[in-house]
């Protein structure tokens, strides 16, 4: 029995600000960002909102190393790129290598249900900033 759930400003705002970000904000950014916006707004409020946008299937949380979570609303597989200077993790347009998940499974007795790819080295922020000094 799926649970209805009714509309909320603050959900659809952190949805908003989830689905408008390149770079997949974490829950802290999330609140910073909309906090003056919201003054009702908590850090409760936004992991409780999170977590139903995860159950809805519109958010997915993230895990690119840095020891926090990140969400994207590209629920789709995508792969992404991640900058070791400061750790900014972007999505990165390239078309899914499909042939990988088939490869992984005709070597698995696992049921291997897809994959995720994330390349490393240095943003063009990051550079530029670099060449600057």
Not at 62 to 91: L, N, S
Request: positive net charge.
């Amino acid at each position: 029995m799926e649970t209805t759930r009714r509309k909320s400003r603050q959900r659809e705002r952190i949805y908003e600000l989830i689905k408008s970000s390149t770079d997949h904000p974490t829950a802290q950014i999330i609140y910073d960002t909309l906090k003056l916006e919201i003054s009702a707004l908590s850090m409760g409020n936004v992991y409780r909102n999170i977590r139903i946008l995860i159950e809805q299937g519109l958010v997915v949380s993230r895990d690119f190393g840095d020891g926090v979570e990140h969400f994207d609303a590209m629920t789709h597989m995508h792969y992404h790129f991640v900058c070791e200077k400061c750790r900014r993790a972007i999505d990165f347009t390239m078309p899914v290598q499909e042939s990988i998940t088939r490869d992984a499974q005709k070597l698995s007795k696992h049921t291997i249900t897809g994959h995720t790819i994330q390349f490393f080295g240095i943003c063009d922020k990051c550079r530029a900033k670099k060449k600057k000094n």
